[in-house]
């Protein structure tokens, strides 16, 4: 049974970063498209980025084009989202999910929180 295990949330002030980690485990994580997704407060959850198994190239939400960077390092099993000139509006938990047909995983999400 595959599982996922996100790192790297916290408490940040505007305009400043974080760097997300997911390790996959259990899995054939090469084979695994990757994606982020987020849920703020009182809203749905949300696609943020993507990258496909086969490629290094990532697919970004309108509202973190430019600011945010999804990428994966096979040899650690891990997928990583780079944050930039973070807003209050990212504030929420943070999921990554794995997805290959019709098998998919999904972390326990980790917080993150962008407040002055």
């Known amino acids: 049974q595959g599982q996922l295990v996100e790192s790297g949330g916290g408490l940040v002030h505007p305009g400043e970063s974080l760097k997300l980690s997911c390790v996959g485990v259990?899995?054939?994580?090469?084979?695994?498209?990757m994606r982020w997704f987020r849920q703020g407060p009182g809203k749905e959850r949300e696609l943020v980025a993507s990258i496909g198994s086969h490629n290094g190239f990532g697919d970004y939400a309108d509202f973190v084009k430019g600011r945010f960077t999804i990428s994966r390092d096979i040899a650690k099993n891990t997928v990583y989202l780079q944050m930039n000139d973070l807003r209050p509006e990212d504030t929420g938990v943070y999921y990554c999910?794995?997805?290959?047909?019709?098998?998919?995983?999904w972390g326990q999400g980790t917080q993150v929180t962008v407040s002055s």
């Open positions: 259990g899995f054939f994580f090469s084979t695994y498209a």
């Open positions: 999910s794995a997805a290959r047909g019709v098998y998919e995983y």
